[in-house]
């Protein structure tokens, strides 16, 4: 705009300069002209010049005015037809009047034609939030003459439909009074899509945050970009830790290959998921089902979604379940072969017993048989307890007698073996509902066990606690430990490590603390010694006595 200005002020100079030589060159060149001729009628032909120049003139200036006219109308012109036919509103208004808006804004104002708002305060149409400050835009215009800035702001239409523009205001001569112009474009649907992808994003942003599963962001080079809070808590890893560095030192050293595979899968625009096994930062090995998702961005792979969920809790459920099936088979197993074993037992060991009476010479032999009769009852009575579910009465008891009573029971083949046997008693432990012959069969189960680990001699440390809501009964032995891989199969039907045993103590003792609603935990290492922890609740109606 200024640089057209500066065109025509130039323009009018140049011509302005030229008729200033043309006139000065004819007066002089005429003059001499007259001299050179020696005219003896000098004054007529001064006078003869003097009309020819005016006539001159006229002409010119008639021509210029002609050209300046048609250049005008030309220039109001093309300004009516841009103004008319602009597809933004503009508004003219003087003293807050309407005194011209183009069909374009009469659209956006919901007007039939113009001419319905013609004459109409403008701030009939300006909503109430923002009327203050557009009569402080208004009074700035007039006092500065100074264009303002844009500004958004909210419009309401004659069917009382509030839409969202954007608007300026300008200072202009409209009909040779000062006005303002108002310079509008509609932004309603623009602030729609706006709000719409804000509310799209924030969608995203609370998945992502608020998902229970690891979501994290990875360039093409595995490299970790960002990642929500459940990743933290799940691998125990800051946020500014992640992303340190890539995701493959995670790994426990065997799955590395599949992770890497299933990253390449990813970035091959391919989704797929695996089980991986993860090294929490603590320490800690946790079960992890990962999947990653390619990240299109126009339609190229731009970088790879990780979403890992946590199914170490589900796969100690299986293993469970898995345990408990066996536990079911040997149920059926027991229900179906018990009763008819102990019938048949019962006569053995009578006619066992009468041989004996009558018999001097086998005595030896006798006792032996009696001795695996009654290790055949044993086993069947074990195989009832799993097999036939037992009323249980539970009372409150006290868990230091119940312990007291088991190691007086088991002092005597303590010292047979040369085990020396301490208690770490706290004296305020409450009473807890249990029933009391079951508990006696757990811990006489696991001091024995504890005993016959030590066929040297040693120690079994008793500690008895309470924690957390909790009593805490730990069994500690100096004996030979049992290796991280048979650790695992504890518990499990039929597997024993004792030459005699039958692999049902320690499960029948799984299921006495389960039914206490408890749990019972087993640590040990080879040559260092086994310890085994039995935690039990304690009731609200629990009291120290």
């Known amino acids: 705009m200024y640089k057209k ?23 002089i060149l005429s003059d001499r002209f007259i001299d050179s001729v020696k005219l003896t009628d000098a004054i007529s032909v001064n006078s003869s010049k003097g009309l020819f120049y005016v006539v001159i003139t006229a002409f010119i200036l008639y021509f210029c005015l002609k050209r300046l006219k048609k250049a005008l109308l030309e220039s109001e012109e093309r300004y009516r037809i841009l103004v008319e036919h602009s597809p933004e509103p503009i508004v003219v208004h003087s003293e807050g009047i309407i005194i011209f808006i183009n069909p374009a804004g009469a659209r956006v104002l919901g007007a039939n034609s113009p001419e319905e708002l013609i004459g109409q305060s403008v701030m009939t149409f300006v909503h109430p939030d923002f009327a203050d400050i557009t ?11 100074q264009p303002t800035e844009p500004m958004d702001q909210k419009f309401l239409r004659l069917d009382q439909q509030v839409i969202d523009v954007d608007v300026r205001e300008v200072p202009i001569v409209f009909l040779g009074k000062p006005a303002v112009q108002l310079l509008c474009r509609d932004i309603t649907e623009h602030k729609r899509a706006q709000c719409m992808l804000e509310m799209r994003e924030q969608s995203y942003k609370s998945l992502v945050e608020h998902n229970p599963d690891a979501i994290f962001t990875m360039d093409l080079k595995g490299n970790v970009l960002s990642v929500n809070a459940a990743t933290e808590k799940i691998t125990g890893y ?9 995701f493959q030192p995670f790994h426990v050293s065997s799955d ?54 946590d199914i170490t809790e589900r796969k100690r459920t299986e293993e469970l379940l898995l345990k408990s099936e066996k536990l079911s088979i040997v149920g059926q197993l ?78 005597t083949q303590a010292i047979l ?7 770490e008693v706290m004296t305020e432990i409450p009473f807890i509902k249990c029933e009391e012959n079951q508990l006696k069969q757990v811990f006489i189960n696991i001091l024995k066990n504890a005993i016959e680990a030590m066929p040297d001699g040693g120690n079994v440390t008793i500690e008895l606690k309470q924690d957390d809501g909790k009593v805490q009964i730990r069994f500690i032995d100096d004996g030979c430990g049992i290796s991280a891989e048979r650790l695992a199969l504890l518990g499990e039907p039929f597997y024993t490590t004792k030459e005699k045993g039958t692999g049902l103590g320690l499960m029948v003792c799984h299921k006495i ?25 304690i009731d609200e109606e629990s009291t120290v006595r």
């Open 5 to 27: 200005s500066a065109v025509r002020v130039k323009s009018s100079l140049k011509v302005t300069f030229l008729y200033v030589l043309f006139g000065s060159l004819w007066v």
């Open 135 to 145: 009569m402080k835009r208004i009074r700035q215009i007039i006092e500065e003459k």
């Open 238 to 246: 800051t946020e500014e830790e992640c992303t340190q560095q890539i």
């Open 256 to 309: 590395q290959e599949k992770a890497c595979e299933l990253f390449v899968k990813a970035m091959q625009g391919e989704s797929n998921n695996t089980e991986i096994t993860l090294m929490h930062k603590e320490g800690n090995q946790i079960e992890l089902n990962l999947k990653m998702v390619p990240i299109y961005i126009n339609d190229k792979v731009d970088g790879v979604y990780g979403i890992a969920k």
């Open 334 to 411: 027991a229900a179906g072969v018990a009763h008819e074993i102990r019938n048949p037992l019962t006569s053995l060991r009578g006619f066992v017993q009468l041989l004996q009476s009558k018999v001097e010479n086998y005595q030896y032999y006798f006792q032996i048989m009696l001795s695996e009769l009654d290790r055949i009852n044993d086993i069947v009575s074990e195989f009832m307890v799993i097999a036939k579910p037992q009323v249980i009465n539970f009372e409150m008891r006290d868990i230091r007698k119940i312990l007291q009573d088991v190691i007086s029971l088991l002092q």
């Open 417 to 423: 073996n040369n085990v020396q046997i301490h208690t």
């Open 513 to 537: 603390i389960e039914a206490h609603r408890g749990c019972l935990k087993i640590e040990s290492e080879i040559e260092q010694g086994t310890t085994v922890q039995v935690f039990l609740p």
